[in-house]
């Protein structure tokens, strides 16, 4: 059961920009927020939210497939 090399790609710059998204969410918070988190967790936090944003991500694909899916069907 072998992937091809574009899908493989595809899914590290899908996994790649949202790394990027959850850091840019990490800093906003350090920049615009006040939480009170240690300053030496942000590198955490911002690999923490881009996993966070890749599950949401993968999950609105997964919803769009069953929905294009059954669309084709109907």
């Not at 949202?18 to 939480?35: E, K, N, R």
């Not at 590198?43 to 084709?72: D, E, H, P, T």
Request: glycine share 14%.
């Amino acid at each position: 059961m072998g992937f091809p090399k574009k899908t493989i790609l595809r899914e590290w710059i899908v996994f790649a920009l949202c790394l990027g998204l959850g850091a840019h969410v990490a800093l906003g918070f350090l920049l615009h927020g006040d939480t009170g988190w240690p300053t030496e967790w942000y590198g955490f936090y911002g690999v923490l939210f881009g996993v966070v944003v890749y599950i949401i991500v993968q999950v609105g694909r997964s919803i769009w497939w069953v929905w294009k899916g059954n669309k084709s069907e109907e």
